[in-house]
């Protein structure tokens, strides 16, 4: 069975609720829906891996529920579409028939309200990787854009609360993957050394060229590389920049630091993101990526890193 020819490890295709959807694509200009990559996929023949971040938006009550009836849906899609989309729960999954492959992760943690039940509810239906922390802090540990940090010039910052250490006991029992994207400096530092898993930081850049809290500073690159995690470069110019060139220079300096098997991408398509000029699809990110770094690592980028990370971390 054929292995995927992309894999975009974190994004919301189309999947967000249609007023996001209509506003990214109607004042962006952005081609997040499905129908646009099924048919783009059906013309080149490929088959595509997206990483889709499941997200409880702020105003529901039940965030479990929410996100479980939004598997259900993805699911009926499968059944539509006679697999043409289809959920991966194992490394199998990975070479069956289907031309988008979902593989489910969460996009913030703040509603397990520190429940770690939650965790075995997900699990049971997909969902195997977890980023905790989203644009607040919240019961787990502290967010990079935290208001109150930026008050006090980062002096202040939220650690990894106790209740997190025990999400990350049980999440190492589940074999899940911990995403530190979001995180602050000091989470993402006790995160690490407290979880001995899966390590990415999926949508992201490098401070060295943007210098913001979302990026990752040289600390954390290298706590990353440690561990032997991934980083996904995201095509939000905010954090990767409105030149290729930037997006190039962050992507040089993690092969300098001999990280070239550890880089993929993560798109977050579907938000309302402003790109780089010329970048209104995953397609044209992944041509901007083979144009900058050359066909080689490009291949690895673009499908084989993320590839070799799911074989090791989907269940069999
Ligand atoms: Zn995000």
Redesign the pocket.
Known sequence: MKAPDLIDF?NHFNFLPGWINSLTETFLGNQNSLDFLLGQLSHTGQKMVIGH?LYAMPWYRDGLGEVLRYVKLLEQLGHETKNEIKIIKTKEDLYSEYKIGIVLHI?SARWFYSDLTTLDRLQQSGVFGI?PI?YLSNWFGGSCDDVFSKFTCNTYQKDLTDQGKKLLDRMMKLKMWLDV??MNDRTLRSSLEHFDGAVVAS?IGLRKVINVDRNLGAESIDLINQKKGMIGVCAWSRITGKEHAQLKQMIDHLLDKKMEDQIFIGS?FGPPIHTAHGVKNIFNFFDVIKSVVGQEIAKKVSVTNALKFYEQALPD
Do not use: C, G, N, R
């Open positions: 974190h971040a996009e980023i989203h994207s979001h949508h977050d």
